[in-house]
């Protein structure tokens, strides 16, 4: 358990469908992030978050949009995915943006669009 | 652009061997170094963390050293057990991001099988 809980753990969708994935830190950290791991590629950074303000947009396709209520949640909004859209979505947090400390990963969301 | 590649992609070695991981990255100009290790189906799990002006850095078995220089890093297993197979990950973050913990650029891997 390293404080960062991410759910659905698996979520199936059909290409046309509206889904989100969500992710929630009790480790009182002020930055997260959602990262993305494709089968054969490594980690890809999609998006910052720091102090809930967006701070990195790692050229991310509209189809994924993200959400940061607060700085203990966040949350990626998907609709309208493409078959390769299909990865471990891992959201982490850290203390802050900048402050070269450790990242806590959360175990992921296995997302398979069909 | 940094590029940050691990050597090899598998390993497979009978328990109580020790080892030696290899990570390499291109651009010099790092905030620093994380190793990770990541099991089947799971997120990530740092072991650890070299801020770029250190050398080493050690937690039990393990032991990471860096060399900004040349751009390389290795991790070394000592007595490996079956419990350390799992897939290893080096990642870098850069300093013209103000020392981004969170844009780090990662490795591939490498996928560590310790047989009993």
């Given amino acids: 358990e390293t404080g960062v809980t991410q759910t659905p753990r698996h979520l199936v969708m059909g290409m046309t469908n509206k889904k989100s994935l969500k992710c929630e830190q009790h480790l009182g950290h002020n930055a997260m992030y959602w990262y993305k791991q494709s089968a054969k590629k490594p980690l890809e950074l999609m998006f910052v978050y720091n102090f809930k303000e967006q701070t990195e947009n790692n050229s991310v396709p509209s189809r994924f949009s993200p959400e940061c209520p607060n700085s203990s949640h966040l949350f990626l909004h998907l609709h309208t995915l493409q078959p390769e859209d299909s990865a471990l979505y891992l959201c982490a947090s850290s203390q802050h943006w900048t402050d070269g400390n450790t990242i806590y990963f959360g175990e992921g969301s296995w997302l398979t669009v069909v | ?116």
Avoid: H, M
């Fill in chain 2, 1 to 116: 652009k940094q590029e940050v590649t691990q050597i090899p992609a598998a390993l497979s070695v009978p328990e109580g061997e020790n080892l030696v991981l290899n990570c390499s990255f291109t651009d010099s100009a790092i905030y620093n170094l994380q190793w990770f290790r990541q099991d089947p189906g799971k997120g990530l799990t740092s072991l650890l963390l070299i801020q770029s002006s250190q050398r080493e850095q050690t937690s039990g078995r393990l032991n990471a050293s860096l060399d900004k220089s040349s751009g390389r890093s290795t991790l070394y297993i000592a007595a490996s057990q079956p419990g350390d197979s799992a897939t290893y990950l080096c990642a870098v973050s850069q300093t013209n991001y103000g020392g981004s913990q969170g844009n780090l650029i990662f490795g591939k891997g490498t996928k560590l099988s310790v047989k009993p």
